[in-house]
Structure formats: C-alpha cells, structure tokens
C-alpha cells in the first residue's frame, strides 16, 4: 500500500499551489465580496491542462486520473473554494457525464473543448422541487420527430450562467420513475434555453449558481445523452466521480483553514506568549491536523479506487461524509483560534467558515451520504 504521491504528482502539487498563489490568492477577497465569477483564471486553468486532468489525451484531456484531479481540486480549494467547485462541477460532472455517457460523436464534440477551457460547463439534476430526492424531477423532455422538447426547471446550477453547455436530467417516461429520465446536452443559445434566477450565496460567491430555463426548448434527438431511460442511473455513476470531489474542495478548505490558523497561532500573543504555546491551542491544531489527514486518505483512496476501474460508490460517499464534516470543524477552529480576527475580513479564516457549508450539502448532503453508505453496507 503506497501512501505517497509519487514525483510527478507532487510536481503537479506544487505547481497547481504555486498557481493558485500567485493568480488567484490577491484577488479572492474581491471576488467574493462582488460575486465576481473569475472567468480569465478558469480559462487559464484549461490552457494548463486543468479542466480535463481526468480524460485521456485522445479527446484534449491531460491523461492522468482521480488521483491528480483531486490533488488539483485541493490546491485550488485550499486558495479560493469558489474556484474548486466551479472546476469540479465542470469537469466531473458536465464533462464527465458527456465522457462517460455519450457516444463517439458527442464525445469528440464537446470533451476537448471543454478540456481546453474553450467551452465551460454545467450540470442540471436539482430541481427547486427535487433535490435529495432526484428521481423526483419534473422537467420533462418529450419526442417529437427528430427532436426532444424540454420543459421545466433546474437550480442551484454551478456554472449555469457561463456555461456553452450543460448536461441536464429530464422525464422521458413518467411511470418508468426512476429509470425514466434521461439526459441530454443543450448548447448555449439553444432556443428555449435559459439561464435564470442568479443565487446570492453564503458563501463561494465567486462561483455562479443559477436556475436552468427550459421553455419548449428544441434539441435535436442526437443530444440525448446515453440511452433514454439512463438518465438517472448515470446521474448517480456520475456522482461517484464527482463525490470525490466535494471530498477534494473540502479538504482544501480545510487545509486552508488550518494553515492560516496554524501561522496566526504562532504569531498572536496574549498573556505574553504566542497562543500556539497554550494548550488548548494546539489540542485544537493536532485533532485539525489528524482530521485533515485521515479525511486525506479516504478521499485518496476512493480516487486510487476509480482509477483502478473499480466501483466507488460507498468509498466516495464516505470519502465525501468524512472530509466535509471534518472542513467544517477545521473552518469553525479557525475562526476560534483566530478569535475577534477570525470574525473580520482582514483575515481568511471566516471566509473558510462561510466556503466550507456547502461541502456537506451539494452532491449529496451528509445525511444522504449516510444513506448510500449504509445501503452498500446491508447489500453486502
Ligand atoms: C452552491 C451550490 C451548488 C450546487 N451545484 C449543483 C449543480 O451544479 N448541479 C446540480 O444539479 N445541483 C447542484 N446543487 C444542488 C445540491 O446538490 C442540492 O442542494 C443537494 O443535493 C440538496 O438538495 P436540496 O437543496 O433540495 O435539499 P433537500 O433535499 O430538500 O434536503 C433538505 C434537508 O432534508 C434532508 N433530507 C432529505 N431527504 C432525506 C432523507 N431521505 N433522509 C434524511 N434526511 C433527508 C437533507 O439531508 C437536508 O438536511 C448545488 C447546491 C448549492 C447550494
């Protein structure tokens, strides 16, 4: 069992690290505060091969794995967790679900632009009536010719506003339940197509979350997307991937939290010695950095396992579960450690406390995480 990455993963650490420090870490603060989505830094990522790590060279990706992917997520997310979700949203969910679900010819449409950063990408399961539940949906997508008419309602869309092309779930057949939904790609500009409501957020406000409008929209029958009635079952292959990583932004986050709290530890004084030599303070630090770690290995090992080609259902959720639970207790440590400065913007330590929620909410949130896990358990 190796618990290393090797030298070239660590090369791409440090200069996925390198990068996030000195593109994106000063402009953070006013991305967030003016909910300014950073488009010129995600364009740069695809030029350096970041928005398709996971796809082979043949379709324009980068040819590595999981496990270089969520290296990457870390770095990004451990700087700005609003560049990590729009990353992870792009790629593991829109590009991937086109990757792993479509065929030749869609596959070689649309993988290498959206791997080169050229076209951006979303992905639409969540209803404003569907979200846990997402067998549930309503927006239909009925047959009619040579074409499929889509009717209904996407939320809480990442990348909705930006995206050139988005993956969406529909109902094909509404007494098939579950397996009747399937999944089709619409392009920018595709009549009937819209985006809609803008969120305004807690937190990750530099990334963009949106409604999908659909309002008879017209998509020619070669948009569907793996074989109609699949749409569902391969949302959830999807989630598998894309569950590793919400464990990868949660595990930058946390990193990020703990790095910051750990060099204000050691410089803030009070009592006439640096905080860091209070007990209570390091206690703090080392279950932080005990979580992180363990927290680390579960999301490490779920991605050796997807690049091994084996099934990662309950690794991913526990992956999942595990790193955003943890994130959230290492961003609400930090912003203790920090004390009065951990409540105040000069300081990174509550915009990791407000980043971080999210982690134990979308692709799943913990409860739903349980719930898959605990599945698998009595399966077996
Ligand atoms: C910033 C952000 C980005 C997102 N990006 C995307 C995206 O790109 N694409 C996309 O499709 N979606 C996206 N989502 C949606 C996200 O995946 C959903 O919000 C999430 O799955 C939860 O669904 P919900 O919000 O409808 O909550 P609900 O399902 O209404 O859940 C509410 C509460 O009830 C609990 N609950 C529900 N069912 C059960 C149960 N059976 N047992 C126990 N507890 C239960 C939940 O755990 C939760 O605590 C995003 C959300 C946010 C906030």
Redesign the pocket.
Known sequence: MDFQLNDEQLQLKKSVREFAEREIAPHVMKWDEEGDFPLAVIKELGKLGLLGVIFPAEYGGAGMGYVEYVTAIEELSRVDGSVG?IVA?HTS?CSNHIFVAGNEEQKRKYVPKLASGEFIG?????EPG?????GGARCTAVRKGDNWIINGT??????GHYADVVVVVAVTDKAAHTHGLSAFVVEKGTKGFRPGKK?N?LG?RA?D?AELIFEDCVVPANHLLGKEGDGFIDAMRILDGGRISIAALSLGIAQGAFDAALKYSKQRKQFGKAISEFQAIQWKLADMATEIDAARLLTMRAASMKDAGEKTTMESSMAKLFASETAVKCANEGVQIHGGYGFIKDYPAEKFYRDVK?CT????????QR?VIARQLLKS
């Open positions: 979700i949203a969910l979303a992905w639409g399961l969540t569907s979200g846990s539940d997402a996407k939320t809480f869309c990442t990348n969120e957020k990750l990334s979350t999210l909410i979308g692709e799943g949130t913990s409860e739903i719930m």
